[in-house]
C-alpha cells in the first residue's frame, strides 16, 4: 500500500516539534538580516535542523552532545583549514595548500570518527563543508558560527527534548 491513512501514535508530539521548530526559524529569520548587516551569518542555528534529523541517536543527551560538538569541531576544522592554507601552506604548494589540511580534517571525520564519535561525526563534517564555502567567513566568524550553532542546539534540541519528555510524561500517568 502506498498510503497509510492511519493517524500516527505520536501524531500530538510530533506536531508539536514541528510547530516548535517552524517558530524557531521564523523567530531566527527575524533576526537574519540585521545581524548580517553588522557581518554574521546565521546559517549555523538553521544547519541544526539538518543536524538534528540527521543524527539518529535515540539518548536525547548524546544527541545534544554530538550536536554540540560536532558542530564546533565542524567549524574550528574549517578555521584550521583555511588559516594553514592561507598563512602557510599556500606559500609552500601553491593553490594546492588547501588539500593537505581538508585531507586532514576528513580523516579526522572518516577514520577517527568510530573512535571519537561525540567529536567527528556527520554534523562535524556539515559544519566543515558549509563553513569553507566562503572561506573568509571561516576565519573571521568562527567565534559567531559557532555561537550560533550552540543556540541552535540549545534552543531547538532542548526544545524538542522538552517536549519529548512532557509526551512521555503524559503517556505515563
Not at 529569520?29 to 538553521?46: D, E, H, M, N, Q
Request: proline fraction near 3%.
Amino acid at each position: 500500500m502506498f498510503f497509510n491513512f492511519h493517524k500516527p501514535e505520536k501524531f500530538k508530539m510530533e506536531l508539536c516539534i514541528f510547530l516548535f521548530i517552524s517558530l524557531a526559524n521564523i523567530v531566527m529569520v527575524s533576526f537574519a538580516v540585521p545581524l548580517s548587516k553588522i557581518g554574521y551569518r546565521t546559517w549555523a542555528f538553521f544547519f541544526v535542523n539538518i543536524s538534528y534529523f540527521m543524527l539518529h541517536e535515540a539518548d536525547m543527551k548524546r544527541k545534544f552532545c554530538k550536536l554540540a560538538f560536532g558542530a564546533t569541531f565542524g567549524c574550528l576544522l574549517a578555521f584550521m583549514t583555511e588559516w594553514l592554507s592561507v598563512n602557510v601552506l599556500h606559500h609552500m604548494f601553491g593553490h594546492y595548500g588547501i588539500i593537505l589540511p581538508i585531507i586532514f580534517s576528513l580523516a579526522c571525520v572518516i577514520l577517527v570518527g568510530p573512535i571519537m564519535p561525540m567529536f567527528f561525526n556527520a554534523v562535524t563534517f556539515l559544519y566543515f563543508a558549509a563553513s569553507l564555502i566562503v572561506g573568509a567567513d571561516a576565519i573571521g566568524n568562527v567565534g559567531p558560527n559557532i555561537l550560533f550553532a550552540i543556540l541552535g542546539v540549545i534552543v531547538l534540541d532542548g526544545g524538542c527534548y522538552l517536549i519529548i519528555n512532557h509526551f512521555e510524561k503524559k503517556k505515563e500517568q
